[in-house]
Nanobody
Framework: VQLVESGGGLVQGGGSLRLSCTASGSIASINVMGWYRQAPRKQRELVAGFTSGGSTNYADSVKGRFTISRDNAKNTVYLQMNSLKPEDTAVYYC?????????WGQGTQVTVSS
């Protein structure tokens, strides 16, 4: 299984970015997929994700600003990030749990300037 991320970059505070993550390989039809982030000197944290039942959950810090969506036909998950803040600056990682195993993307840097 491979996860390929795209869409990170540098944006001013208040701006928007859209991250994409496409999975390839042997993927179960029912899986868990989402986005985590890790800022310097901080632990990796869940930003937004889909449960195996298809519902979504979000970190409190991004509720109302970020939206996760997916295209099952393309095995792709998206993260629309609006009203970005400097504290959103981090490396964002795509995560997939399928067939009982966990996979991570290579990470994409998101930098929000004040």
């Amino acid at each position: 299984v491979q996860l390929v991320e795209s869409g990170g970059g540098l944006v001013q505070g208040g701006g928007s970015l859209r991250l994409s993550c496409t999975a390839s390989g042997s993927i179960a039809s029912i899986n868990v997929m989402g986005w985590y982030r890790q800022a310097p000197r901080k632990q990796r944290e869940l930003v937004a994700g889909f449960t195996s039942g298809g519902s979504t959950n979000y970190a409190d810090s991004v509720k109302g600003r970020f939206t996760i969506s997916r295209d099952n036909a393309k095995n792709t998950v998206y993260l629309q990030m609006n009203s970005l803040k400097p504290e959103d600056t981090a490396v964002y990682y795509c995560n997939l749990v399928t067939w009982g195993r966990t996979y991570w993307g290579q990470g994409t840097q998101v930098t929000v300037s004040s």
